[in-house]
């Protein structure tokens, strides 16, 4: 009976304290940060983090070839013309000479555009994309 009574008193005096820890989600947790925080995307123009929204982002391998599908959502209440560009980063992080160039797309006010980009080299691994104002306004 003395034991259980003891048994009894040591989890309810650590309960508490396990209760009340907060909770920390793990590094490597999708959840851990805002999809915007874990895609290589940067915005020339800082307005455009506004309205332009990044709804998904996904590689995969092609024959050989890595593939980036980019899904950007129109924010603002009208048609966003924007510049899209892939840049392939290498094994050891060095950008691959043979980029492609900046790809012109119209975003139409609140609909989501996808937008997929094939690396020029087979050395491709990663990928980061950088979204600016259009020259074509």
């Known amino acids: 009976m003395k034991r259980l009574f003891v048994l009894a008193l040591a989890i309810g005096l ?28 940067m915005y020339k123009n800082l307005d455009l983090k506004l309205y332009v929204h990044v709804r998904d982002f996904r590689t995969e391998r092609v024959n050989g070839l890595l593939v980036g599908k980019l899904m950007l959502e129109n924010k603002k209440g009208s ?3 924007v510049d899209v560009k892939a840049k392939w980063l290498d094994k050891d992080g060095y950008e691959i000479k043979d980029s492609w160039g900046a790809r012109p797309v119209v975003l139409k006010a609140g609909e989501i555009n996808s937008i997929e980009f094939i690396a020029p080299d087979p050395a491709a691994e990663s990928v980061r994309f950088i979204i600016a104002n259009s020259e074509m306004q």
């Open 79 to 81: 048609d966003l013309p």
């Open 14 to 41: 650590a309960l508490p304290a396990f209760a009340c820890a907060p909770y920390t989600p793990p590094a490597n947790s999708a959840s851990a940060q805002p999809l915007e925080d874990q895609i290589p995307v």
